[in-house]
């Protein structure tokens, strides 16, 4: 059976999408069999490998307002053992319609709950906000990674969104873990970087992960051609580090110890 990990941050420019598609590949490539779901209306993560939004005639829209199978919808990537979930610009009007929905918090746990026993990861690429499909996300997955980015507001929103997870834990899904903290757009040439990273793994402990993303040129460009990271230039330092990253998710995975040190309940200094 899968594991369902969200990709979520409220605060926009953080890596999201593209932890969300490169972590994915990755773990693709190391021959786990994985599904990228689409839960952001700007469908970055849909035309990130590959396809064109706009001629997405189908997507999670349709699986949670007109009922339509999301199995009917998954396509192949180009990417070795990677599907995808697709979405499009419809997908920004499902939060009012959800609304009227009896359960609505737990609408794609009734939709897309089977899927794990068809991948050994699902990753699902949240939308910006902490809205209704962001928590439907948070509902419905095993644990979620937050990227932080090594900048001077990295700390800005965290703890609306740890305060949010605490909320989904105690109310909606008690299992809900989280998977770690990943620092992102790390410049070597920074003081203020470094200085970030230092806060951060204060603040957090262990649930930062040990691999850090690099700024890196090839993975602002990768999307433009439709390709994730691995595709467009596997000897990258992105390339790299999204690799570690993915043996680190699956290392930490396969531990039988690996969360019994980590407290998982959201008791970290200044939160």
Do not use: P, W, Y
């Given at each position: 059976m899968g594991k369902i990990i969200s990709i979520a941050n409220q605060k926009g420019g953080v890596g999201k999408t593209t932890t969300a598609i490169n972590l994915s590949a990755c773990?693709?490539?190391l021959d786990k069999k994985t599904l990228i779901i689409d839960a952001d209306p700007q469908a970055n993560c849909t035309s990130g490998v590959g396809f064109e939004s706009r001629k997405i005639n189908q997507g999670i829209y349709d699986c949670i307002i007109n009922g339509v199978d999301p199995k009917e919808l998954i396509v192949k990537t180009k990417s070795p053992h990677l599907d995808l979930l697709p979405s499009?610009?419809?997908l920004v009007g499902a939060e009012i319609e959800m609304i009227s929905i009896d359960e609505r918090e737990f609408v794609f746990k009734k939709i897309?709950?089977?899927?794990?026993n068809d991948y050994d990861y699902i990753i699902i690429d949240c939308s910006p906000s902490l809205g209704l499909l962001t928590l439907n996300s948070l509902t419905l997955s095993d644990s979620v990674i937050i990227p932080v980015q090594c900048e001077y507001f990295a700390l800005e929103g965290l703890g609306k969104l740890l305060?949010?997870?605490k909320i989904v834990q105690s109310r909606l899904n008690k299992s809900l873990d989280i998977e770690g903290i990943l620092l992102t757009m790390y410049d070597t040439r920074l003081r203020l970087s470094?200085?970030?990273i230092e806060e951060?793994?204060?603040h957090f402990q262990q649930l930062v992960f040990d691999t850090i993303i690099h700024r890196n040129t090839r993975l602002g460009e990768a999307p433009s051609y439709g390709e994730t990271i691995i595709m467009h230039d596997a000897?990258?330092?992105?390339?790299v580090n999204y690799l570690n990253l993915a043996k680190e998710l699956i290392t930490k995975n396969i531990s039988t110890n690996s969360n019994s040190?980590?407290?998982k309940n959201i008791k970290v200094n200044g939160f």
């Open positions: 773990l693709g490539v499009h610009i419809d897309f709950s089977n899927l794990r305060n949010t997870i470094n200085q970030v951060v793994k204060i000897s990258s330092k992105g390339a040190s980590v407290e």
